[in-house]
């Protein structure tokens, strides 16, 4: 007899599937984000170390040009637990600008924050870009500009130090030079050299910067030769820089793409200290790499570095590697010659080259965390090398530049988000369905639920549900109303109250409602203890008897969240269509439960709606 309704949800399904991209989530909570999904493979569950992903995925590397279409909220800042679950988008709150190098900083305050490259707008003359920290309840604490002759605020690097009191950032600067050395007298071309700055993280007054132009030669790129053609602004990108960092002694160390080198820069007086790697290597090496990123001091004395890097690697000319890898490397500069020495190396866990960006990190456990960029790629090993898990977008639109873990608790100081609404057929079957999130909110175990007689009545407990997901969908029976949610941790501690929210209901007469009158809402405790009754959820809330619900209303309900567990895994675009399903849903339950004896529903002015709905979701990022 479950036949009917099974029919109406794959026609609910294929109706959703034509209007829906299933690599987006949606939440009927938060109709406009769009989070990007991910696939997770977990090769060994138990060694994951703990902590959150911080990604940041963009559709273009460059801001696209404003529109007045509709645009989902699905590109900038967003932290996702250890299983791909959404924890925080903040693509609504920078309208959908590209993001970069979103981390955690601890040391600001006594509670983490957040900091990331907030990418220059689309002409990028007023809004050249920002360095942004926030607190650990997603507000703007500090908004840092980059002077304005070092041009526009670059997206490889914003790096907060770790004594909280400057930032590096990369920067990116153009020159007109003669290509006399180059045997072309009187030629000229435009030159982009790379460099960077460090940020006073109070004032964004640049305290000490640094440019390749007379320092890194033009004949170290590999990128231009004697007989390249010359260009105009901001011209031959000759280094390409793509990482800065600093150690205690205060020395810098920068990664240069297109020299195939990484760089100690002395902080006395900016001369080159040493090169590893590229034509001029000042090292003896037991190991090759190429068009390296994001390279890192993991400890550093003077005289001996240990360091991290992302070897692209493969470029044929300088090396044979076939895969990109994730480096750690000694350096000893305390006896001629000089030596670097591999001390591990996490190949890319499947296989392939890194062909542009990303980054490693090394995790407090010594774990290694790595983002291969491509497709949000990213993975975690071992110590000892082995890959416990891989991850990357359902999309390949996607991409994020780099990625990190970290631990994090993030408070959001917005209240959670509710959306409750009342379906049923007649006084027997009505059930009330509510869903809530709390965008940003990490440690929320379960949700609980209440309901008020009235705006002057005070809540009564109608049950709880885990937290299973970003959104959690809860139904009650009876037509609840003025609902709010209580964010509860493992600890039975309340994190924060939803706003009371009153609930949706169909327009009864049009829905085929058959009761006598109108549905009017439920006084709660006629139907559930007061109180904050222990007791499983749903199937044990605080319900007095379980009489007060019969089977018909149980039967809908499971309908119910068998039609919301099938819209959730083909990831449906909107709440709109899922009420529809929900409706059809109840339909469905009602027809199984009455045994077909009705006569059909008046039908619902569903075409025309959907219409609207794709006129609505066409963005120009969907390409
Ligand atoms: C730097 O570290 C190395 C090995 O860790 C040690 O042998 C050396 O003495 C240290 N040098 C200084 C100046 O501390
Ligand atoms: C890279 O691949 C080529 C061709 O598949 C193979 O001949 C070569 O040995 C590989 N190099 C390494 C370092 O694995
Ligand atoms: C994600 O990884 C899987 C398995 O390696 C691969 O088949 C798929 O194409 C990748 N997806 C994207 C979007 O790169
Ligand atoms: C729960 O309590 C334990 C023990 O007091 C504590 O270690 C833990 O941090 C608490 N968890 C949360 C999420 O507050
Ligand atoms: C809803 O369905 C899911 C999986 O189908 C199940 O795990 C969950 O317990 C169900 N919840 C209710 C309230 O029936
Ligand atoms: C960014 C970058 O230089 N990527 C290189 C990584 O290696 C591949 C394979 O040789 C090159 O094609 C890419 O240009």
Known sequence: MLFPSIALLWLCQTVLAQYSSDDLMSFVTLPDVRAVKFNVHHHNRDRISPGYWFVTPYLHIEPDAPSSLYEQYQIGPHIYDGEGRLIWSGAQQFDNRNAFDFRVVNGLSADPQLSFILNHAWDGAEDTGYGMILTNDYKVERKLPLRRDLGIFDIHEFKVREDGKTALVTVYLSHEIGLDEYGRPGEKTWLESGGFAELDINTAEVIQWWDSYNRIPLPETVHYSPNSPVEGHPGWDYVHINSIDKNEIGDYLISARFTNTIYLISCMDGNIMWRLGGKYSDFEQDFTFSKQHDAKFIESNGTHHLISFLNNASDEEFNEENQSSSMFVQLDTSV??????????????????????????????????????????????????????????????????????????????????????????????????????????????????????????????????????????????????????????????????????????????????????????????????????????????????????????????????????????????????????????IVASYMVIRGWRVRLYQRLGRESAFADERVRLRSPHED
């Open 336 to 585: 001629k010659p000089w030596t670097a020495r591999v001390v591990k190396r996490y190949i890319r866990p499947d296989y392939q080259l890194s062909r542009l960006r990303g980054n490693t990190q090394l995790l407090p456990n010594a774990h290694v965390f790595t983002c291969w960029s491509k497709g949000g790629y990213i993975s975690e090993h071992t110590a000892e090398g082995e890959a416990v898990l891989e991850a990357n977008f359902t999309s390949p639109r996607y991409s994020s530049y780099r990625a990190y873990k970290f631990e994090f608790t993030g408070r959001p100081d917005t209240p959670p988000d509710l959306v409750a609404s009342v379906y049923g057929t007649d006084e027997t079957n009505i059930v009330t369905t509510v869903w809530v999130s709390w965008n940003g909110a990490t440690d929320v175990a379960e949700w609980h639920f209440y309901a008020q007689a009235s705006d002057f009545h005070d809540p009564v407990f109608v049950g709880k549900a885990p937290r299973v997901d970003f959104e959690t969908m809860f139904i009650g029976a009876g037509y609840l109303d003025w609902v709010t949610a209580k964010a509860v941790d493992v600890n039975g501690t309340v994190l924060g109250t939803s706003e009371v929210h009153r609930s949706n209901h169909p327009d009864w007469k049009s829905t085929g409602y058959r009761g006598k009158s109108s549905p009017r809402p439920l006084n709660p405790s006629t139907l559930y203890e007061s109180g904050d009754a222990e007791g499983d959820y749903l199937a044990d809330s605080g319900r007095k008897s379980s009489d007060a619900i019969d089977a018909e209303t149980q039967k809908t309900i499971s309908v119910l969240n068998l039609t919301y567990e099938n819209i959730r895994s083909i990831g449906a675009a909107f709440s709109f269509v899922l009420l529809i399903c929900l409706f059809c849903g």
